[in-house]
């Protein structure tokens, strides 16, 4: 079964830094880009990062770019996302996500339980 799961939240303080990981299972891991979404309370679940199945390319989005960066280790089926100078708005569950295809159901996103990143002082 598809398993995506997600360790490294914590509680850190503005302009902190943080490494999250994803570790995933049940699909062929190189051949599937992995992205990072967040979802604050009471907001739309956010796309953070996408990384491509080898690693060569990747997306951020705005807020995120040039502070987070997402790599990718496909020997041990992870993906990490490195997150530096860390403000208050960072604050929410991040959650690791893959899309694969479905025979019946086309494409479906997979996704772990989240780790808690909170920034506060």
């Known amino acids: 079964q598809v398993q995506l799961v997600e360790s490294g939240g914590d509680l850190v303080q503005p302009g902190g830094s943080l490494r999250l990981s994803c570790a995933a299972s049940g699909f062929i891991f190189s051949d599937y880009g992995i992205s990072w979404y967040r979802q604050a309370p009471g907001k739309e679940r956010e796309f953070i990062a996408l990384i491509f199945g080898d690693g060569g390319s990747a997306n951020y989005a705005d807020s995120v770019k040039g502070r987070f960066t997402i790599s990718r280790d496909n020997a041990k089926n992870t993906v990490a996302l490195q997150m530096n100078s860390l403000k208050p708005e960072d604050t929410a569950m991040y959650y690791c996500?893959?899309?694969?295809?479905?025979?019946?159901?086309?494409?479906?996103?997979?996704w772990g339980q989240g780790t808690q990143v909170t920034v506060s002082s």
């Open positions: 996500n893959v899309r694969l295809g479905t025979y019946y159901y086309g494409m479906y996103d997979y």
